[in-house]
């Protein structure tokens, strides 16, 4: 896929080519793919030009703005994958004309070995070559032997899969023929660039199609493990037979409330899911040997990253944020990828999360490795959110997997004390962490040293270690059942909790805390070197954060565990003072069927911040709730300090800053995993409160919701960015009459990065389904379950006990 750099582009790096999954199976048995490929010249020296010759303040440059497609004059190139047995797969690539002419399009399907041998490891050479018309034979020391079959009598083109050496780096190639030959053999007409021996590392079969105005041209391939007489007998059949499952798959797992459209969008999430993996190869040590950076070896080079990382081999299927865009694993995406992905395929869901508990991944010292190019970098902690919702959910399809959160509790606790140890230096319970994956949120680059000198003292940072204690104390909870050694340990996370809600709010009046009693919301802190703090009053999904640290509890969990009532009780007497800032816990403040509440805001500061949340000239746009408050457009925070000024402003779209490359968005846009987690707040202090407790929603309006009809309420806008207005048009596409109007683009859905803050359109990376897929979760719990659902079924439990009197058990466990 043609992209441009950050350098190349006024918004970031951005992939500028229209493609879509469309459909798959957890286990890929049917899959589909569609891209669009322009007739004309593709217009990369103009994408390149015009995005870099426009401002921050202007639109990107989009391939749909150059004309690539007018008239229609493009291919619809669908290819779609069957499998008739495990290593016996069929491929169909359809070839659409939408244009008013004939049109010629040249088709490659390649088969490549991946290149090993180079790296003087092992230096056995694989083997493709001619196995007579239309097939090649592939041949490999650990695979074995494979076939591809070609239907018709194509060209067979092979060279080696070997990077062009004299072209990248002016030295001599190793063989005359290189990885780009195809492109020097077909576009530049150099006969010579391919091996006329017909052997080599990397085939392609060309196929030549003229294709009619808007008429269709196919290909079909096959790759099976044996050679196949007749390979393209029963092969419309097997199509049949798997898109058939696929359909039959579907319908089984998606709510049958849903309509037309939102199916739709659930199944394409999904699929862009389940498209997302890729095999992950990254061998620390060794990279850091290549680039003479070994800690222990040598003296480690400034210029290096991830040095103290020399531990880490990675080496699996890894769900990633975005295969072009992001073609990395990022610690915080991952988790949430997964509860998208349990509703497809649990176990690969749970093998995600283990991954980064594993020795192979985790550092030493506990932490979760963040992403590539700095896995020192610090993401949110919600692993531990992941792991406790997918235990639940699988604990109520009847074969709870107590191993599996046993292990995972394990690896948590160690990267939960990391946290203990390095971000809250002080010892004061409030934590830092730098960006914290939420970008340009802050007045600063929250990573770098502070221009004022000091340090900051992070509202989301401290509230996400509090949601974190609640997930540590209910796992403790759990596996309190199995070995009651882990009531202390289940007791070290009330403690944890207590101090850091005590530490964002003390009693009495202070300007040293995050909570700002005459605002009524949480803000960063800034700690100055002479020992002066002041807040810095910018309203932001930092000070929403600690909403999302709220847990209930059943009477029966604390009942069942009597020392750990013990330990509570021995703590209230000794510390009344902290109790008093937080959500009542003891026996006469229990809420609905006598529930527990664990949270940071009691009912007085939960009003007040849901003031905020639910003011549509604030938080609540008409598509989710917005990153940074409206209210920042007319009144933008500013800050001077050394002769410079810094500016915090609502921006509902792309950034117009060069933090962190300018490549995302924290300042006005909609993103949907903070939306996702505030959505559970919702429901969780619902099933708390119950029916009795009611806000105004929107905030000035009149109307009084419960906490379920709010958050129900934000689903319908969450959701309602991909689907169909009453005007037909869907608001992820914005202004784009291509996508809104033409038969052959409106109902193909792209899940971007985030969106609009105003309108919903969608922003960034344009196939970030990794996070943004939670869509489907969203509109599966909203379909299914009801307010008296949620409010009678024990909290976290609810979507799994449907299903289960939905389908019935064992189907549910087939699920």
């Known amino acids: 896929m043609f992209g441009l750099t950050n350098s190349e582009a006024n918004h970031g790096e951005d992939v500028k080519e229209y493609y879509f999954y469309i459909d798959s199976t957890p286990t890929h048995s049917y899959m589909k793919y569609l891209y669009k490929y322009p007739q004309c010249e593709f217009p990369y020296r103009d994408l390149i030009e015009t995005n870099r010759g426009r401002t921050r303040e202007e639109f990107e440059y989009e391939l749909l ?28 690539i ?60 194509p060209e067979l083109l092979f060279t080696e899969n070997e990077s062009n050496a004299q072209r990248l780096w002016g030295q001599p190639n190793a063989t005359p023929y290189v990885k780009d030959a195809f492109h020097s053999y077909v576009v530049e007409g150099q006969g010579g660039a391919v091996n006329p021996a017909r052997t080599g590392t990397k085939a392609a079969a060309h196929y030549v199609l003229d294709v009619p105005a808007v008429g269709s041209r196919t290909v079909r391939l096959r790759l099976a493990a044996t050679r196949l007489d007749q390979p393209f007998e029963g092969f419309q059949k097997v199509f049949k037979g798997r898109l058939g499952d696929a359909d039959e798959f579907y319908e089984r797992i998606t709510p049958s409330s849903l309509t037309e459209d939102q199916r739709r969008v659930h199944r394409q999430a999904l699929a862009g899911m389940l498209w997302g ?33 020399f531990h880490m081999l990675n080496a699996d299927v890894i769900s990633m944020p975005d295969k072009w865009e992001y073609p990395w694993y990022a610690a915080w995406d991952l988790a949430f990828h997964t509860i998208s992905l349990s509703l497809v395929d649990f176990d690969f869901a749970k093998e995600q999360l283990s991954l980064m508990l594993r020795n192979l991944y985790l550092h030493p010292s506990g932490q979760i490795p963040a992403y590539e190019w700095n896995f020192s970098d610090v993401n949110p902690p919600v692993h531990a959110f992941a792991t406790l919702w997918l235990y639940k ?18 690896g948590l606790m160690l990267n939960f004390n990391w946290w203990v140890n390095r971000k809250d230096p002080a010892g004061r319970n409030v934590f830092a962490g730098g960006f914290l994956g939420l970008d340009n949120i802050g007045i600063f680059d929250r990573s770098a040293p502070l221009p004022t000198g000091g340090t900051l003292e992070q509202a989301d940072g401290t509230a996400w270690m509090a949601f974190y204690c609640q997930n540590m104390l209910e796992m403790a909870i759990i596996l309190t059942e199995y070995d009651p050694i882990y009531e202390e340990i289940a007791f070290k996370f009330v403690q944890h909790f207590m101090w850091i809600a005590y530490a964002m709010d003390r009693i009495g009046e202070h300007h040293d805390e995050m909570w700002d009693e005459e605002d009524g919301f949480f803000y960063d802190l800034l700690r100055l070197p002479d020992g002066q703090a002041m807040r810095l009053k910018v309203r932001s999904l930092v000070g929403l954060l600690p909403l999302c640290a709220s847990t209930v509890f059943e009477p029966t969990a604390l009942m069942r565990n ?30 609905y069927k006598d529930r527990r509440l664990l949270a940071i805001l009691n009912k007085k500061k939960l009003e007040r911040v849901l003031g905020y949340m639910l003011d549509e000239n604030e938080f609540l746009g008409p598509h989710g709730i917005r990153s940074l408050s409206r209210h920042h457009l007319e009144h933008p925070f500013v800050f001077h300090v050394g002769g410079q000024e810094y500016k915090v402003q609502y921006l509902p779209a792309e950034s117009n800053t060069g933090m962190f490359g300018g490549n995302s968005n924290w300042r006005g846009p909609v993103w949907m995993p903070v939306n996702a987690l505030i959505v559970r707040a919702l429901t969780n202090l619902y099933a708390f409160y119950g029916d009795e407790f009611k806000v105004q929603c929107p905030t000035g309006s ?10 129900q309420e934000l689903v319908r806008r969450l959701t309602g960015t991909f689907l169909r207005d009453a005007d037909g048009q869907r608001p992820v596409y914005g202004a784009t009459r291509k996508f809104q109007d033409d038969p052959h683009w409106r109902d193909l859905i792209l899940f971007y990065e985030y969106f609009h803050g105003d309108n919903g359109a969608g922003l960034g990376a344009s196939h970030q389904t990794g996070w943004t897929a939670l869509v489907a979760p969203l509109l599966d719990l909203f379909a299914r379950v009801d307010a008296k659902t949620m ?25």
């Open 65 to 92: 703005d150059t004309g690539a497609f007018a008239e229609d004059r493009y291919f619809d190139v669908f290819v779609e994958y069957a499998k008739s047995g495990p290593e016996d797969v069929c491929v169909l």
């Open 94 to 153: 359809t070839v659409h004309n939408r244009g008013p002419e004939a049109a010629r399009l040249r088709v490659l399907p390649t088969l490549w070995f991946r290149n090993t041998w180079s790296w003087g490891v092992d230096e056995r050479k694989p083997s493709l070559r001619a196995a007579g018309s239309g097939a090649i034979q592939a041949t490999h020391h650990d695979l074995g032997e494979y076939w591809l079959h070609c239907d018709g009598e």
């Open 791 to 815: 409010l009678e079924t024990e909290s976290g439990k609810i979507l799994a006990k449907v299903i289960r009197e939905q389908v019935g058990g064992e189907q549910a466990g087939k699920l």
């Open 702 to 711: 009149g109307n009084y919701m419960t906490l379920f009809e709010v958050a």
């Open 277 to 309: 993996k890729q095999f992950y190869y990254f061998d620390l040590e060794h990279w850091l040997r290549e680039h003479k950076s070994h800690p222990l070896i040598e003296a480690a080079r400034h210029d290096v990253r991830n040095t103290e990382w």
């Open 393 to 410: 959910y699988e604990k109520q399809l009847g074969r709870a997997d107590l191993r599996f959160l046993e292990r995972s509790f394990q």
């Open 562 to 591: 009597p020392k750990l009532l013990e330990l509570i009780a021995l703590f209230r007497q000794r510390h009344p003072e902290l109790v008093a800032q937080v959500a009542p816990t003891d026996a006469g403040f229990t809420g």
